[in-house]
């Protein structure tokens, strides 16, 4: 048995430890529903309701690095029907937080190169996809997303050689096609 002013003093340690705990989660559950409530805002084209409630649940969790993905896509989608500049460069910061709060994931760099290869921004789409690529080198939709990327930019040789890396992973449509379109069968 604990002397008393111990006792206390781990007593408090725990509760403070498991208020934070709660805190946590709480949080998290605050962003899990905020960033659902924007998927089917922003599926049903209401953009500016969507990032709203976004911006508001990272009022709260700043470090939310999913939040801030969500964020992006929601940008994303708002300039591709819209086609305001300001949406794009919305996203494009949106997805570099993303990034820096969770340097581990290649989902923020991933959605980064898409959104720069549907801006037409292939030289920094390519070295988006190459920083996703280092923290999943066996995603064979990231090898297909950088492969067209690069045969966009007239890469032909090293687009056809991440076509058969994807290929080989998980046969795909895209890394066949690859093989006919530039005529490189080995």
């Known amino acids: 048995m604990l002397p008393r002013p111990l006792a206390l003093v781990s007593a408090g340690l725990i509760l403070t430890g498991t208020a934070a705990l709660c805190g946590v989660a709480v949080q998290g559950y ?27 649940a990272l009022r709260t969790a700043p470090a939310s690095a999913e939040l801030w993905t969500e ?28 990034a820096d709060l969770n340097p581990l994931s290649a989902t923020p760099p991933a959605e980064l190169a898409r959104t720069l290869a549907l801006a037409g921004a292939y030289r920094q789409a390519d070295q988006a996809y190459a920083r996703a690529l280092v923290n999943d080198p066996r995603n064979p939709g990231l090898l297909v997303d950088r492969a067209q990327t690069l045969e966009k930019l007239g890469q032909g ?13 998980k046969p795909n449509e895209y890394s066949q096609a690859a093989e006919v379109r530039l005529r490189s069968r080995p």
């Open 157 to 169: 040789p090293q687009a056809l050689k991440l076509y058969r890396a994807a290929g080989h992973i």
């Open 71 to 98: 964020l992006g896509q929601t940008y994303r989608a708002a300039w591709f029907f819209r086609l305001q500049p300001e949406l794009l460069q919305s996203a494009l910061r949106a997805y570099h937080q993303a």
């Open 30 to 56: 605050a962003a899990s529903r905020a960033r659902d409530q924007a998927e089917a805002l922003r599926e049903n084209g209401d953009y500016d309701r969507a990032w709203s409630t976004l911006e508001a």
